[in-house]
């Protein structure tokens, strides 16, 4: 019953994907979207490239903290190539098992590590990475908001820290000692990516009020929960956004759509570790 629930649930977020991208390449012709794309400033590209990749490497540097606490021991090295596994499980096997599960089955079948333990360090390193996003998305539309707001916005960034440390000090004690340290990094990730927004945008073309694209491309990774990989979701608000705010919305999908098939390219590097032997060597 569980697997079919899985099934069911895995085909309803690629039919949304699916419906996504149609009505936007419905509105916005692919070509056009493509062109813009194919006329990009490649440096720019590049930049973003990179940074994105920096992003990922921060993000499995934060899931070692939370191993350790538990005094799970994963060489850095070892840690980034089960990641880009996990990457590529998530991208690409629509219900199969997914990166999380993945990295859950190897560590234990490996090491013999506590399943119980792992399902709550990796749980947690993903939740400290949701809190992070929400106190960006209050802290970036500060600059979309006149000053009374500017300042509630500032508040409700302060009370979700606050409130997030409290949290883990509530329900999760074990990793309250690592709570800032995570929640940094997961700060950092953000930036990063962010930035790598920034730079897709300038290699497309020139914009005005980034700052909206900024807390819209946030928004996505929220919002990427109810779609396949996030496929669909990024491109159909920054169409919205451009819309709303009235910018071009071809050049809103073309950025939407170059982060997505960013991330596909740095995810197909799983496959490479997939096929080797991840744990040769004494990976402790």
């Not at 419905?26 to 990749?53: M, Q």
């Not at 409290?166 to 004690?173: D, S």
Request: glycine share 6%; aromatic share 18%.
């Amino acid at each position: 019953m569980k697997k079919v629930k899985k099934i069911g649930i895995t085909l309803l977020k690629i039919g949304v994907s699916f419906l996504l991208l149609y009505w936007v390449f419905k509105k916005i012709p692919f070509r056009e979207v493509w062109g813009l794309i194919v006329e990009s400033n490649y440096v720019y590209l590049a930049l973003a490239l990179v940074t994105f990749v920096l992003s990922q490497v921060v993000s499995s540097l934060r899931l070692v903290q939370f191993l350790e606490v538990q005094e799970y021991h994963l060489s850095k090295i070892t840690n980034w190539k089960l990641y880009l596994i996990g990457m590529f499980y998530n991208f690409f096997i629509p219900g199969g098992i997914g990166g999380d599960a993945y990295k859950i089955y190897i560590l234990n079948k490996k090491f013999q590590w506590n399943v119980k333990k792992l399902t709550s360090a990796i749980f947690c390193d993903r939740l400290v990475g949701l809190m992070a996003i929400v106190v960006l998305i209050q802290i970036f539309a500060i600059a979309l908001f006149e000053t009374p707001w500017k300042w509630a916005l500032l508040g409700t960034a302060f009370i979700s820290v606050v409130g997030g440390f409290f949290f883990f000090k509530l329900f999760f004690k074990t990793y309250q000692s690592i709570f800032t340290k995570t929640f940094l990094y997961s700060i950092g990730v953000q930036l990063l990516q962010v930035f790598s927004v920034f730079c897709i945008l300038k290699a497309i073309a020139p914009i005005d009020s980034v700052w909206i694209y900024l807390v819209v491309f946030l928004l996505s990774a929220i919002l990427s929960l109810i779609s396949f990989s996030g496929i669909g979701v990024r491109e159909w608000l920054f169409m919205k956004a451009a819309v709303l705010y009235h910018f071009d919305p071809q050049i809103s999908v073309s950025a939407a759509l170059v982060f997505t098939i960013m991330t596909a390219f740095v995810s197909l590097f799983g496959i490479w570790y997939q096929n080797r032997k991840v744990f040769d060597t004494d990976s402790r």
